[in-house]
């Protein structure tokens, strides 16, 4: 008895304090690899703000000192961003509205309603969220320009509405390239949670007779409200991030058209360099619409990752 | 046997009738089916894409048996395979082409082995998980075209991060992306840094589904953390290792937009060039539209050979 009770209290203090140099070391790689993630965009923000002399002397991550601070680099990157913001929501807003109502009816199509063959026709539709769009480049831009210019066909009726130029015209090819090539990714995260859904309400309603449209509307629709807000999140995202479509249908930094991502890269340059406050500035402008929804919803951003994995 | 052999000749008479009936039938049937029925469902959505994706992949393949370059129309007669042999022929071609390997394989590794390490690492009761894994995950929610600004300011040789910690331990200055043989691997860490966080949340979700009492198990034998780790759980998560390998391939084929905005022009930073790189360069500074649709041709081929196996596996496994 008294050696147990002598020897206890040693088991437990070994215990403790391995379990504290256990805990201590992961909790130092965890804030490790918390630095390892952040440090690139905490520069970025501390660089935006400061003058162009406390950027050549203080350290980069270092946070604005005194005099070492401004605010002149945002307000010139957010002048020069201005038009771009609302180039980048006029083309993401109704793509990806389109985009989620598109990916629900196919992923509704593809599962709540079961018929022979379907497995292969959603095979299409997941290959195409592979393909590198490298590969559908050239004909791309040969339909928009040669074989279909709806961008010029339109260019007057742009030109028409009150703050749009005519050259604004070329969101529209724009958005609908969007469209095309968003929804198969869309589709898979829809499908992957309509197969979730049990499959009682949707038999029951069919044997009570109800065509394949109601059920969309009556039991689908509500249903997938919560995925809606998962998908539109993500494929906001994708869109508002995107760079390369914008640049092979808009081409160049100073159209009018131009939406931020496209604008970015060419912010700041000058023969003697980059100016790298001006540049910052504008790479955090331009990413907080992003920074927000994430951190706002990272939980469905997370989960709209999760399924795209499948 | 009796009863069928009488009425055969009573209905041979209506052969033609019946016939009629059953076609109608048949195609009524068919309108009511549920392939009909939801066709405008699915439908839509499928012609739209289909004619984006493969219709585009079926004119760039015919487009790359052209020699259709400059402003000029495309002309559709003598095709031939004239662009892939010039294509493989040419160094720069082969360059890419190994910078791409190198590129897709060292990245889509070093990812995956960060990302299970992250996931272990905050599957083991760490307080504040959810918001840990948020910030690990932030970069990822930015776009190319951000993340490639931020490196090139990590990156600069003057006053860059990387430069602070190199020349505190005494070392001079290097200049990353200057350097042809630094450039590739410096991309590289600048793609770990934003796409690790995607495998973590990938293989926390495996981990997830690994029932606990295969550690106390572990545990109970006893067998350290590692061992349990690299003998237990981690064969298990060998299909969250699959499909996050398959995503992050593709993400490293998508690089074009990381490497274009590094520099803001046509040419990445020398010893980055890749097919994505090179294919929009050949189209669409030099107008060689067939040479950069041979190019991408072989892009797609390249990441065709990733995917199908992946999606053949996928089936198989039941799970498409």
Known sequence: MSQSTSRSPIDVESLVENFNYRRVGKYALVVLFLGFFLVPLETGIMTALKTNSAIARSL????????GFTLTNLEYAFSQLTNSFVNSLLMAVPATLLNVLLASMAAYGLTMVSWRGQIAVFALFLVGVFVPYQAVLVPLSQFWNNMFPLARMLEPLFAAIPFLQGGHSRLVPLTITHVAYGIPICTVLFRSYYKSLPNSLVEAAKIDGASITKIYRRIVLPLSLPMFGVVFIYQFTQIYNEFLFSFTLITGSNHPAAPVTLILPAIGSSTEGIDFGIRMSAAFLAALPTIILYVAFAEQFAKGLRTESG | MATRDTTEPTNQSGVSTDEVVDWKTKLRYFLNSDFVRSSPYWGIPFILMGIAVYGGIGYNIVISFTDYSGLQPPSFSGLDLEMYRTALASGAFREAAVNNFVLLVSFTVISLILGLFLAI??????????????????????????????????????????????????????????????????????????????????????????????????????????????????????????????????????????????????????????????????????????????????LLLLALSVIAPYLAYQYRQGSL
Do not use: C
């Not at chain 2, 990156?155 to 001079?172: A, M, Q």
């Not at chain 2, 060998?238 to 490497?259: G, N, Q």
């Not at chain 2, 097919?275 to 190019?295: C, D, H, N, P, S």
């Open chain 2, 121 to 298: 690492l905050l599957d083991h009761g760490i307080r504040y998980k959810n918001k840990v894994q948020t910030i690990y995950l932030l970069p990822m929610a930015l776009s190319f075209v951000v993340t490639a600004q931020l490196w090139l300011w990590m990156f600069n040789p003057d006053s860059g991060v990387l430069t602070v910690i190199v020349t505190t331990f005494g070392f001079d200055p290097i200049d990353w992306l200057g350097n042809p043989r630094l450039a590739l691997p410096a991309v590289i860490f600048a793609l770990v840094w934003q796409f690790s966080g995607y495998a973590m949340v990938v293989y926390l979700a495996g981990l997830q589904s690994i029932p606990d009492d295969q550690f106390e198990a572990a545990k109970v034998d006893g067998a350290s953390t590692i061992r349990t780790y690299l003998r237990i759980i981690v064969p298990q998560l060998k299909e969250s290792s699959v499909s996050a390998a398959v995503v992050l391939m593709v993400f490293a084929l998508k690089a074009f937009t990381f490497l274009y905005s590094l520099v803001g022009q046509y040419r990445p930073p020398n010893g980055t060039d890749i097919l994505a790189t090179l294919m929009v360069r050949q189209a669409f500074k030099f107008g060689k539209w067939a040479y950069g649709a041979a190019i991408a041709t072989m």
């Open chain 1, 60 to 67: 980069p991550f270092a946070p604005p000192a005194g005099e």
